[in-house]
């Protein structure tokens, strides 16, 4: 079964850090593009950070720029986002997502189930 | 940076036909993605690359785009279409490219 599982959530103080993974299973994870978006509570969906399947390739969201930090391991099938300098807006459910297709413009067909972060002190 | 906006809520009876749009700049350009997220669940993939569906979506969700509007449209709508719709591009028209989201549409079948 394809299957994404984000771990790493939790409360964390303003200005803290957490670090975010997702485990990757049922498919060739080293040969996709992989996302993080997060959903504060009762809002839409955003968009926060891309890294391509070899992870030479990175875009972050102005939002986390400086702040967070995508990283993979293809050898260990896992996902990784490092959250610094965290502020109460930074509160949200976080999911990874794998992209499919070969565009550059491509959709998002796999989802993790979320881990929430809260970041409050 | 690239505005996506939908209806923030959209109300259609059982077996009818229910849109939602997607407005944005020359919207029509680009690779439109359409997501259903039903409450304490994660987005699913319900229409991608404007008109595509992926195996399982019935074929009662369809999409298009053109213009600056793109629309995801439900047939024969039935009470477990219920949820939050979201549209999604790539914009890299800038030096920096991301993912858009629309702000979300939450369909209520009265």
């Known amino acids: 079964e394809v299957q994404l599982v984000e771990s790493g959530g939790g409360l964390v103080q303003p200005g803290g850090s957490l670090r975010l993974s997702c485990a990757a299973s049922?498919?060739?994870?080293?040969?996709?593009?992989m996302n993080w978006v997060r959903q504060a509570p009762g809002k839409g969906l955003e968009w926060v950070s891309y890294i391509s399947s070899s992870g030479s390739t990175i875009y972050y969201a102005d939002s986390v720029k400086g702040r967070f930090t995508i990283s993979r391991d293809n050898a260990k099938n896992s996902l990784y986002l490092q959250m610094n300098s965290l502020r109460a807006e930074d509160t949200a459910v976080y999911y990874c997502?794998?992209?499919?297709?070969?565009?550059?413009?491509?959709?998002?067909?796999?989802w993790g189930q979320g881990t929430m972060v809260t970041v409050s002190s | 940076s690239y505005v996506l906006t939908q209806p923030p809520s959209v109300s259609v009876a059982p077996g009818q036909t229910a849109r939602i749009t997607c407005g944005g700049n020359n919207i029509g350009s680009k690779s439109v993605h359409w997501y259903q997220q039903k409450p304490g669940q994660a987005p699913v993939l319900v229409v991608y690359?404007?008109?595509d569906r992926p195996s399982g979506i019935p074929e009662r969700f369809s999409g298009s785009n053109s213009g600056n509007t793109a629309t995801l449209t439900i047939s024969r709508v039935e009470a477990g279409d219920e949820a939050d719709y979201y549209c999604q591009v790539w914009d890299s028209s800038s030096d920096h490219p991301g993912v858009v989201f629309g702000g979300g549409t939450k369909l209520t079948v009265l």
């Open positions: 690359d404007d008109s």
């Open positions: 997502a794998r992209e499919v297709g070969a565009t550059g413009a491509d959709a998002f067909d796999i």
């Open positions: 049922g498919f060739t994870f080293s040969s996709y593009e």
